[in-house]
């Protein structure tokens, strides 16, 4: 792991403090979240959209999670709460927001996960690159990086989201495999394909996850509801729902894939 940086010692400085975020291990401020989806990473997956970000990339889709506050939860509980969800989750992604800015806190999560879930795989988006994170990030940011077996890295580029890969919003957007569990995990996905958007009818109340496609906001409140599943539905096929692409696994994946190189 990198040495932390000192002034005058010829190694990079850290991130400036707003964008290293809260040093709180007790509590993760939430936007959403979602027990089960197959958007967003490999398998069925609980999804934690934290709120706050210092990046505020031009044409976010969810610029709601970018101002700070959101619903304070303590880790115990979350914890709890995402454990009470029925076993048949192969794993958490976090999202935002930016995860990166309350990394203590969701250090203190997956690992409270994985020590009872030891077979999940815990992926996290940031807008900050990994190299940057790793030369410059706050302790916690690099322990959370070290907890990590996915990371998609880089800001959203709304001029580079047409045409967008599976799981990236843009595609400046690279996927990290951290570990080998993290390797198995993209067996035979074809990382290539285009993303997946789900839409839920929940209590009359139509919700998205996944990667929508350029200029979804402007449309969202076109989409048909005939093309969302009910959350009952939901929970009756395990998450294989709604208004998905083809397939997107692909014989010919390489458990290896991993997009390293920077656009």
């Known amino acids: 792991m990198p040495s932390r940086a000192t002034a ?18 007790t509590t993760v401020k939430l936007a959403r979240i979602e027990p089960l989806t197959h958007a ?25 999670s970018h101002a700070t506050g959101g619903e304070p939860w ?32 969701l250090l203190q999560l997956v690992r409270r996960l994985r020590a009872e879930r030891p077979t999940w795989t815990f992926m996290s988006y940031t807008g900050y690159l990994r190299s940057v994170l790793e030369r410059r990030g706050s302790e916690g940011q690099r322990a959370l990086l070290g907890e990590l077996d996915l990371l998609v890295d880089g800001p959203f580029v709304a001029r ?17 495999a951290l570990t080998p569990a993290g390797r198995r995990a ?12 789900e839409y839920v009818l929940d209590d009359g109340a139509l919700r998205w996850t996944g990667i929508p496609p350029a ?4 449309a969202e409140t076109e989409v048909p509801r005939e093309r969302a599943l ?13 208004r998905r692409e083809p397939d997107h696994r692909a014989a010919t994946a390489s458990p290896d894939h991993d997009h390293e190189e920077q656009g």
């Open 160 to 176: 580079r989201a047409e045409g967008t890969t599976l799981w990236r919003g843009s595609s400046n957007q690279r996927i990290h």
């Open 230 to 242: 009910t959350w009952t539905q939901v929970r009756a096929t395990s998450g294989k729902r709604v």
């Open 186 to 197: 993209l067996q035979g996905y074809d990382l290539d394909r285009p993303g997946i958007t």
């Open 40 to 64: 967003l990473g490999p398998g069925a997956r609980v999804v934690g959209w934290v709120q706050g970000c210092a990046l505020a990339c031009e044409g976010c889709v969810v610029p709601e």
């Open 8 to 25: 005058g010692s010829g190694v990079d400085a850290l991130l400036p403090a707003r964008h290293r975020g809260s040093d709180d291990p």
């Open 74 to 105: 303590p880790v115990d509980e979350l914890a709890a709460r995402i454990l009470a969800l029925p076993g048949d989750r192969d794993g958490l992604t976090l999202s935002g927001g930016e995860p990166m800015l309350q990394a203590p806190a």
């Open 215 to 218: 200029g979804f906001r402007t």
